[in-house]
Antibody, heavy 114, light 112 residues
C-alpha cells in the first residue's frame, strides 16, 4: 500500500522558517517526482513545486521560488519542504503528492501567528 | 499559467440524482505526446484530495463506474450518476499538461 506520511501541525512565528516532511512507503521513492501543494483555509489548491528524488532536481512555481525549498533524502524515503520568511499569507495546509497525484499525504497545517 | 474554470461553484443534489461538473481550460490540454493530462480530484471534508479520474476518462482503482469523465482540448466534464452520500465534497479538475500544474477553483457538491 502506498502511503505518504506527513509531519505534524506547526505553529510558527512571523519571519521564521519551518521544515515539514513527507515519508513515502509502498513504492520506489526515486521512481516518481514528489510534488507539493498549498491550500489556504477554505480555498483551492495551488502547486508549489516538485523534486526528483533520484537526483534532487527541483522545479518551482514562480511565486514560490523564494519561499519554498524542496529536498529529498533517498536513504529514508523522505521529502522535505522548507518555507522561509513566514507571514500570515503562508498559513495553510501543505500536501505532498506523488505518482501523478494518485497519492496524497494527509497534509500539514502550518499556522503563522505571533 | 493555464486557467482552469469550473462551473458551477456549488451544486445541491439529492441522493440518487445525477450531476455534471464542467471544467474549461484557457489552452488546449493536449500534450506533445498526444495525451491529455486532465484529471479530477475529490476532497471530502477535512481530508486530503483523492484522484478519481486521470487523463480525462480513466478511473482510478476502486472508483465506482458511477463516475465518468469526458471531453477534449479545452472542454471537460465530470459526470456522477446516482449520487451517494460519500460522494459529497469539493471536486477539482487539474491539468498537468502545461507548466505549472494548475487546478480549477472547485465545485462543492452538497446535499439538497
Amino acid at each position: 500500500e502506498v502511503l505518504l506520511q506527513q509531519s505534524g501541525a506547526e505553529l510558527v512565528r512571523p519571519g521564521s522558517s519551518v521544515k515539514i516532511s513527507c515519508k513515502a512507503s509502498g513504492y520506489t521513492f526515486t521512481d516518481y517526482y514528489m510534488h507539493w501543494v498549498k491550500q489556504r483555509p477554505e480555498q483551492g489548491l495551488v502547486w508549489i513545486g516538485r523534486i526528483n528524488p533520484a537526483n534532487g532536481n527541483t522545479v518551482y512555481a514562480e511565486k514560490f521560488k523564494s519561499k519554498a525549498t524542496l529536498t529529498a533524502d533517498k536513504s529514508s524515503n523522505t521529502a522535505y519542504m522548507q518555507l522561509s520568511s513566514l507571514t500570515s499569507e503562508d498559513t495553510a495546509t501543505y500536501f505532498c503528492t506523488s505518482r501523478g497525484s494518485a497519492h496524497w499525504g494527509q497534509g500539514v497545517m502550518v499556522t503563522v501567528s505571533s | 499559467d493555464v486557467v482552469m474554470t469550473q462551473t458551477p461553484p456549488s451544486l445541491s443534489v439529492a441522493i440518487g440524482q445525477s450531476v455534471s461538473i464542467s471544467c474549461k481550460s484557457s489552452q488546449s490540454l493536449v500534450y506533445s505526446d498526444g495525451k491529455t493530462y486532465l484529471h479530477w480530484l475529490l476532497q471530502s471534508s477535512g481530508r486530503s484530495p483523492k484522484r478519481l479520474i486521470y487523463q480525462v476518462s480513466n478511473l482510478d482503482s476502486g472508483v465506482p463506474d458511477r463516475f465518468s469523465g469526458t471531453g477534449s482540448q479545452k472542454d471537460f466534464t465530470l459526470k456522477i450518476s446516482r449520487v451517494e452520500a460519500k460522494d459529497l465534497g469539493v471536486y477539482y479538475c487539474a491539468q498537468t499538461t502545461h507548466f505549472p500544474p494548475t487546478f480549477g477553483g472547485g465545485t462543492k457538491l452538497e446535499l439538497k
